[in-house]
T-cell receptor, first 116, second 116 residues
């Protein structure tokens, strides 16, 4: 079973619109970590945020914000006032403390296209 | 600071051949992870190496193997290539201490393998 589900395969928005990317995860661990990565056309994944399971505070970084809700096992990502440069594939990922190493479980990604 | 370097960036092989991909991590990083990225499947964890030892292994057949050298550089090998092995193979490095499975992963741009 998928540990991380990103139900939105593709999203298109017009520039300056707000967009929310959904992420639902599944784990039995009480200690875990959630991540968002951005993958531009070049292929290299770029780290956006890390959140541990004990910190449910929402976070805002510029136009980006993240909403972590343990009650619904969700870690959603919102881009405010989207720009063309935001066009990329976005991945949500989970790392469980029970792992002995750096094994991350990634969702299948959401491809975001921002139309000028 | 140099990032994660993967070579070759692109390669074409035919069924039955084998391929070796290389990854040079960020200086000082001791953990190297490999992921396979295919459309619809997202990123699938292959294996992780830390201090020349395989620390984690994903659910891939034995045709997929890897190793890590004393300078932390890593190689992965796929033998008896199949059409389904066509994918973007991503390498990621992190500091990767024994208890740090939450460390940020730094990704390379990947090696795109096409099997004909």
């Amino acid at each position: 079973a998928q540990k991380v589900t990103q139900a939105q395969t593709e999203i298109s928005v017009v520039e300056k619109e707000d967009v929310t990317l959904d992420c639902v995860y599944e784990t039995r661990d009480t200690t875990y970590y959630l991540f968002w990565y951005k993958q531009p056309p070049s292929g290299e994944l770029v780290f956006l945020i890390r959140r541990n399971s004990f910190d449910e505070q929402n976070e805002i970084s510029g136009r980006y914000s993240w909403n972590f809700q343990k009650s619904t096992s969700s870690f959603n990502f919102t881009i405010t006032a989207s720009q063309v440069v935001d066009s990329a594939v976005y991945f949500c990922a989970l790392s469980e403390a029970a792992n002995t190493g750096n094994q991350f479980y990634f969702g299948t990604g959401t491809s975001l296209t921002v139309i000028p | 600071k140099a990032g994660v370097t993967q070579t070759p960036r692109y390669l074409i092989k035919t069924r039955g051949q084998q391929v070796t991909l290389s990854c040079s991590p960020i200086s000082g990083h001791r953990s190297v992870s490999w992921y396979q990225q295919t459309p619809g499947q997202g990123l699938q964890f292959l294996f992780e190496y830390f201090s020349e030892t395989q620390r984690n292994k994903g659910n891939f057949p034995g045709r997929f193997s890897g190793r890590q050298f004393s300078n932390s550089r890593s190689e992965m090998n796929v033998s008896t290539l199949e059409l389904g092995d066509s994918a973007l193979y991503l390498c990621a490095s992190s500091l990767g201490g024994l208890a740090v499975n939450t460390g940020e992963l730094f990704f390379g741009e990947g090696s795109r393998l096409t099997v004909l």
